[in-house]
């Protein structure tokens, strides 16, 4: 018998999103997502003065004791910091302001008065108290949750989703996905995207307990008197990147995917040293409309593209 499925569109955290159940419940499990979206952007989202990471990177240097949420959320920016040698790194909040990016996207003007650079200050500081659950950020520091905010609620809401007792679940946050469990007939199928032109897909790859995540630049631009930006900052300059246009990258777990991505669009030259040490495989689209992938990426590459998930 051909297992129960249901999917729904919603809009959180500034994306498109959309999760598909697999099970007995999956119309009723499917509803809930969307609350725990809202839930997770009511305690990360920058724009809410009001959130813990709003309060956080606002303080004065003092220690905060935060939700369970929110500390997986640093936990992991600051190990990711680390892990990438500082290719990813979740403090350029400061840097992101001050290329302009300082409000909603859909609120941002196309064009904005010119602006400094301002580089990352890094994860050094940041103190994390996993028996108290609190967190001490260094006055000045701030976390941008950015894309690993997104992928990491992917992860939390597909893994509530199993645990609720959905057979398989798919969660999409904004390009970001996790996939976890029993898929429907025909399997996890995630088109990727043409950078270049929306409606077109360079590929579809058919995924299993894993996640995905793309990163592109073309999407979130604005321009600063003659400069034009776009919200991928190299962390140790403050500047936005000018390697890929977009890069996609399959991992075990979606923030992780995210962080890869970041890593790619950074620093191209060593996405080679740096994926044979992390893992992950990635798909990497030039500036010339060049594509290129990881040696294992065919592998999850789908012959005869068939309806997609994503």
């Known amino acids: 018998m051909t297992p129960t ?34 839930a997770l952007e009511s305690r990360w989202s920058r724009f809410r003065g009001d959130s813990e990471l709003s309060l956080l990177s606002a303080g004065r240097g003092e220690e905060r004791r935060v939700s369970a949420d929110t500390y997986l959320l640093i936990e992991h920016g600051v190990a990711a910091q680390r892990m990438t040698g500082g290719r990813f790194d979740p ?20 064009i904005i008065p010119e602006c400094r650079p301002t580089k990352a200050p890094g994860c050094a500081g940041i103190e994390l108290d996993e028996a108290t659950r609190s967190v001490r950020l260094p006055m000045g520091v701030g976390i941008d949750p950015g894309g690993y905010g997104k992928g990491l609620a992917a992860d939390l809401i597909a893994e ?23 898929p429907p007939s025909g399997g996890w199928r995630i088109g ?18 894993q ?19 776009h919200h991928l900052l190299v962390p140790r300059t403050g500047k936005p990147s000018t390697g890929l246009i977009a890069a996609t990258m399959i991992a075990g777990q979606a923030w992780w995917a995210e962080v890869l991505t970041k890593v790619a669009m950074i620093d191209r030259r060593s996405t080679r040293q740096v994926l044979s040490l992390l893992g992950g495989e990635g798909l990497f689209v030039d500036a010339d409309a060049t594509v290129s992938h990881s040696p294992n990426w065919p592998s999850f590459a789908v012959a005869s593209p068939g309806p997609t998930l994503a």
């Open 5 to 38: 499925m249901s999917s729904l569109a919603f809009r959180s955290m500034g994306s498109d999103c959309e999760v598909t159940v697999v099970g007995d419940r999956a119309a009723e499990l499917a509803e809930r997502a969307p609350d725990r979206a809202e």
């Open 211 to 229: 996640a995905m995540a793309t990163s592109n630049r073309l999407i979130r631009r604005w321009r600063t008197g003659t400069t034009e930006r």
């Open 160 to 182: 509530m989703l199993i645990d609720s007792g959905a057979r398989g679940a798919c969660v999409n946050m904004g390009g970001d996905l996790r996939c976890m469990g029993d």
């Open 91 to 110: 403090t350029v909040l400061a840097a992101v302001v001050a290329s302009g990016y300082d409000r909603s996207f859909t609120d941002l003007p196309t």
């Open 192 to 209: 990727v995207a043409n950078p270049f032109l929306s409606d077109d897909l360079i590929c579809v790859v058919e995924l299993q307990d």
